[in-house]
């Protein structure tokens, strides 16, 4: 059921307009107001989606509730099992991409900022194509 998220963002973003103008211009904090204001507007919508969760029928409420330490911590030896492997396998490939650059810097500045640039493009068409590995493969 997408009906309370909707509502509760379709609200949350006028007051979060009329928050950003409130601390940066009214209040003068400038920046800093803008991120006040964002703190609050994210606090709001929480304290909303929670009292919506609380209103609900006694289904919602208990899909909703802390199942307990045992349960929650039960069957991690699967996740791990997968996931360590994994992370280890994408932080080399991460410290092999950065160690090309910093290679390509004992060559000259213009080469490394070529390959900078040249890794944050191959980084930007990659990150989709992780993102819908790791999605297919759960």
């Not at 492997?85 to 900022?113: D, K, R, Y």
């Amino acid at each position: 059921n997408t009906y309370a998220p909707t509502i509760v963002t379709l609200v949350g973003i006028p007051i979060h307009f009329a928050l950003c103008w409130l601390f940066a211009f009214k209040l003068g904090y400038g920046f800093y107001g803008v991120t006040y204001a964002m703190v609050l507007t994210h606090l709001i919508m929480m304290i909303t989606f929670h009292v919506y969760t609380i209103k609900q029928d006694k289904q919602t409420t208990d899909a909703v509730k802390w199942p307990g330490f045992k349960k929650v911590f039960s069957n991690w030896g699967e996740y791990l099992g997968l996931g360590i492997p994994g992370a280890i396998m994408i932080t080399l490939e991460w410290l092999c991409f950065e160690f090309l650059v910093i290679m390509s810097g004992w060559l000259s500045v213009e080469h490394q900022a070529a390959m900078t640039i040249v890794m944050e493009f191959a980084n930007t068409n990659w990150a989709p194509a992780l993102g819908l590995n790791l999605t297919m493969s759960v």
